[in-house]
Every structure is written in structure tokens, then in C-alpha cells.
């Protein structure tokens, strides 16, 4: 099986960490970008990329500024806004020169991806969602909500362990302790991801993103893929199955062993469905 790559990559002041994976044959058909949610990194797509690099898709997994290895500036040099974190990953795809990708994005940040999607149309060919507030209905659960409190939230993001029992939370299971080692690595080296985490959770701006969203994704005329554990404990199916009825290209597929971070645990039953999504013309 082919070995992702750990690249990093400078624009302007902010460095990207990325993993990479080229198709299997060297034939890249087409690119797809995997974007993560709160309070991940890259290493959650880990399970995702080897199939699709079968298939000839090239993957590339960035950590979003403030989390995993990329840069964490402070507040006065990055605002943690849904605005700043779109402008910071426009520059990224300027630098990598990618001129028409597809999106996979997940979670509470994932928000931000689709985002991006609806201010630069012409740049996305395709938008899988997995398991990202949608409607304006939907609401910061507590356990992330609880990490951005005032004086709680100082200490609680500056504990390793919050971040893996929220993702464990989030995931209603055990994660492999090799990959929680991995998310909690940052946090043992530095104050630094914590202060960002925080910052993020902070600067969220869920109401106006999730009203952007709610009334863009309509009118977008892409094909839009949402795959959906059924047992996420933040966020409701119901809604998310009324929503796809007013894309224009759309499609539900629910994950039923998953819950809010399906790509934890059940790649295999993502790919299933994503990977011909993907790949399909037109």
C-alpha cells in the first residue's frame, strides 16, 4: 500500500503541514482535498486516502492553521474567523496551484470548507459533507461549547485529554491509542494549540456561517454528496434529510454505525459510496 507523504508548505507568514497521497499508477485523474473538523487534524483522513489514491485521486489532507502541525499565530496576527481561515486556504490552493478540486470536509470547521465552495464555485467540481451543521438549527454541542468558556476554556483546551474524550465523545467510541498519541502530541509541546483551539471555538461565528450555508447550498450548481453517521450525538439527521431535498445535485447517504466523525471509523463504508461520487464525469 502506497505511503502518505507529511509535506509542508509556506504562504506568506503561515505554514501548512499537508499529508499526500498520488495515485496508485502515477495517473492523477483528478484531485480531491480532505479538510477536518474541530478539535481534529490531517491524521483523521488516514483511512480515506490509500482507496482513493487506487482509484487515481490524488489526496491532499491539510491541517487547518491553529491545529495539528501547521502554523498556530497568535490573535493578533490571525483572527480564527471563518473569513481569515477561507482567505488563509484560498492562498494555500493559489500556491499549490490547484485551479478545480473536489471538497470532502467534515465537522465543525468543515463549515468553513463549504464555505469557500460557495465564495469561489468555479474552483470546486465536487462537495462531500460529512457530518457538518447544515441548517441554521443546529448548535455548538455542549462538549465542544464547554472548551471555549470563559476561564473553564483557558484550562480545559490546555489539557491533552479534553481533546481525545471530545473526539471519543464525538466518535460514541474508543479511538486506537496510536492515533489519539498523535492528537494529543501538540498539546504536551506547546500552549500554543490550545490557545488556538480556543481562539477557533470563540471566533466560530456558527449563526452567520450555518445562514451563509444554509441559503448557498441551494443554489450551487455542483454535485453534493452528504454522508451521514446516524448516531452523532450533536447533530440531527432530520434536518440534514429535509436540506437535501433543495440542493439542486444532491444526494443523503447515512453511515448506520457512524456518528459524528464516520471517517474514524468507517472509511471503508464512506468510500463505498464517495469514491464513485468522485469519480464520476460531468
Request: proline share 7%.
Amino acid at each position: 500500500m502506497a505511503k502518505i507523504t507529511k509535506n509542508s508548505v509556506k504562504v506568506g507568514t503561515l505554514e501548512w503541514f499537508y499529508g499526500e497521497l498520488a495515485p496508485v499508477g502515477g495517473e492523477n485523474l483528478q484531485t480531491a482535498i480532505l479538510l477536518h473538523g474541530l478539535p481534529s487534524q490531517s491524521l483523521t483522513w488516514t483511512g480515506l486516502m490509500p482507496p482513493l489514491a487506487e482509484q487515481g485521486i490524488r489526496t491532499i489532507a491539510p491541517d487547518w492553521i491553529g491545529f495539528g502541525n501547521s502554523s498556530k499565530p497568535e490573535k493578533r496576527d490571525f483572527a480564527y474567523t471563518p473569513d481569515a481561515f477561507i482567505t488563509a486556504f484560498a492562498a494555500m490552493m493559489d500556491k499549490f496551484g490547484l485551479d478545480r478540486v473536489s471538497l470532502v470536509v467534515q465537522g465543525f470547521l468543515g463549515t468553513v470548507g463549504i464555505q469557500y465552495a460557495l465564495r469561489y464555485p468555479d474552483r470546486v467540481d465536487k462537495l462531500a459533507i460529512l457530518n457538518a451543521p447544515l441548517t441554521t438549527g443546529a448548535k455548538l454541542p455542549w462538549t465542544l461549547k464547554q472548551l471555549s468558556l470563559p476561564v473553564a476554556g483557558e484550562m480545559l483546551t490546555q489539557d491533552p485529554l479534553s481533546v481525545e474524550r471530545t473526539l471519543e465523545a464525538g466518535c460514541k467510541s474508543t479511538i486506537e491509542d496510536k492515533y489519539l498519541e498523535v492528537y494529543r502530541k501538540p498539546y504536551l509541546k506547546s500552549s500554543a494549540p490550545g490557545r488556538s483551539l480556543l481562539a477557533t471555538l470563540r471566533n466560530l461565528r456558527l449563526a452567520e456561517s450555518l445562514t451563509e450555508i444554509s441559503t448557498g447550498l441551494p443554489k450551487l450548481d455542483i454535485p453534493i454528496q452528504i454522508l451521514w453517521g446516524v448516531n452523532d450525538p450533536w447533530l440531527d439527521l432530520a434536518p440534514v434529510e429535509t436540506f437535501v431535498k433543495s440542493l439542486k445535485h444532491g444526494e443523503l447517504v447515512t453511515l448506520p454505525t457512524a456518528a459524528h466523525y464516520p471517517q474514524e471509523h468507517c472509511y471503508a463504508e464512506i468510500n463505498r459510496s464517495l469514491i464513485p461520487f468522485l469519480r464520476q464525469q460531468g
